[in-house]
């Protein structure tokens, strides 16, 4: 909320996102605090994040994926197992751990997570410095409008200084002003170049883009 323009503060008033949260949990009460979350995550966080994103990168590439562990048979009985037994001294996924031992290697089991991310803010510091401080702090720039110009670029400066790492917000940032662009600004019909978004600073060539950490 503090990064919001006076104008946006006033639009948006008093509403509060966590309310969505809240909303879903009173539905949880009769469940410990660990399942209270998973259900959480369940409801809010798995069909538009976790489940579109790989089902649509498969369909992409003709390839058909499976989630195994979304049957709801499946789900109805690790909700019946108490979440002390799911979240052990840190570590989360115990149960499944443990039962995994019969089959895997330790070292596969409790290895560290390795997760499909790409290296965005390396990139960000890198060669996407100059796009993301084009999109963000240039004069046309809606973000200037409805954000704190000033902390936008405080962001972006410490995060490509390595003071802090900004990586999250930046790329919320960069994919609201890239969706304002498409379909508010120029009302896009069909996938939009960048010069079409009056972008002059991404990359030309995509070697230029490591796809690697």
């Known amino acids: 909320r503090s990064l919001l323009g006076t104008d946006a503060r006033r639009q948006i008033g008093e509403y509060d996102a966590l309310d969505l949260a809240r909303s879903q949990l009173s539905k949880l009460r009769h469940f410990d605090r660990v399942n209270q979350m998973l259900g959480l995550d369940i409801k809010m966080l798995m069909p538009g994040n976790n489940l ?17 562990f979304m049957d709801y048979r499946l789900i109805e009985l690790a909700f019946k197992i108490p979440g002390r037994f799911k979240l052990q001294n840190g570590h989360g996924k115990a149960v499944l751990k443990k039962a995994a031992e019969q089959v895997l290697p330790k070292s596969i089991i409790y290895r560290e997570k390795q997760m499909f991310t790409m290296p965005v803010g ?18 046309g720039s809606v973000c200037r409008d409805v954000f704190v110009a000033p902390e936008l670029r405080k962001m972006v400066d410490e995060h490509v200084a390595g003071r802090h790492d900004w990586t999250r917000q930046l790329r919320a940032f960069v994919t609201f002003e890239m969706w304002h662009r498409m379909f508010i600004k120029f009302g896009s019909e069909s996938a939009p170049s960048y010069e079409d978004l009056e972008i002059t600073s991404f990359p030309k060539s995509p070697a230029s883009v490591p796809c690697a950490a």
Not at 122 to 139: A, H, N
Request: charged fraction near 25%.
């Open 52 to 68: 579109v994103k790989p089902d649509k990168m498969a369909m992409a590439v003709s390839l058909e994926a499976r989630a195994p």
């Open 122 to 139: 390396k990139w960000f510091r890198g060669p996407l410095q100059p796009f993301v401080r084009e999109l963000l702090l240039s004069p």
